[in-house]
T-cell receptor, first 114, second 112 residues
């Protein structure tokens, strides 16, 4: 069974803290994504990566950075957490081999910044 | 400006009836479209997809229709069941599935 695993289901952090969200996939996928989900806004792309050490900005990269040192792991970093980064964060992966593939999602991390 | 729009934030349907969820897009370069279902506190799960070379795709109770000239797609669920109650996201890709743009979602409630 294919799997994308996010390290935490729920996190509470203080304003100004550096926050790490970890994501691991076991499908040998080349592509990995970080989205945030907010009511009425759907899923918005923060960053994505097509390969190890590669990263591309999505629609809302400000305040975030990412790291992909290994193919199976994609980390999202909030350099200095702020209250407007309180959200549901979703990691996904997909294969770049072939066409018409879908993205597989992790269970999400509900982050609250206080 | 949103490239993928779902203009109905919510929809209520009686059990056994048809649910129709709509999605509009603005980018004519999109060539692949997907529907995802999301329960609270879980990640989205893939439901059904359609490529731009087709106008219909069926999988059991789920059918997706694509009207390229209108830049519109819809998801039909027949018959609707209470377990279908969830948020449904429409997504589109212009690289045959290499990157995905999501709509804001429609919350479907199927009433017993």
């Amino acid at each position: 069974d294919v799997k994308v695993t996010q390290s935490s289901r729920y996190l509470v952090k203080r304003t100004g803290e550096k926050v790490f969200l970890e994501c691991v996939q076991d499908m040998d996928h080349e592509n990995m994504f970080w989205y945030r989900q907010d009511p009425g806004l759907g899923l918005r792309l923060i960053y994505f990566s097509y390969d190890v050490k590669m990263k591309e900005k999505g629609d809302i990269p400000e305040g975030y950075s990412v790291s992909r040192e290994k193919k199976e792991r994609f980390s999202l970093i909030l350099e200095s957490a702020s209250t407007n980064q309180t959200s549901m964060y979703l990691c996904a992966s997909s294969s770049s081999r072939g066409i018409y593939t879908e993205a597989f999602f992790g269970q999400g991390t509900r982050l609250t910044v206080v | 400006d949103q490239q993928v729009k779902q203009n109905s934030p919510s929809l209520s349907v009686q059990e056994g009836r048809i649910s129709i969820l709509n999605c509009d897009y603005t980018n004519s370069m999109f060539d692949y479209f997907l529907w995802y279902k999301k329960y609270p506190a879980e990640g989205p799960t893939f439901l059904i997809s359609i490529s731009s070379i087709k106008d219909k795709n069926e999988d059991g109770r789920f059918t997706v229709f694509l009207n390229k000239s209108a830049k519109h797609l819809s998801l039909h669920i027949v018959p609707s069941q209470p377990g279908d109650s969830a948020v449904y996201f429409c997504a589109a890709s212009e690289n045959y599935g290499q990157n995905f743009v999501f709509g804001p979602g429609t919350r479907l409630s199927v009433l017993p």
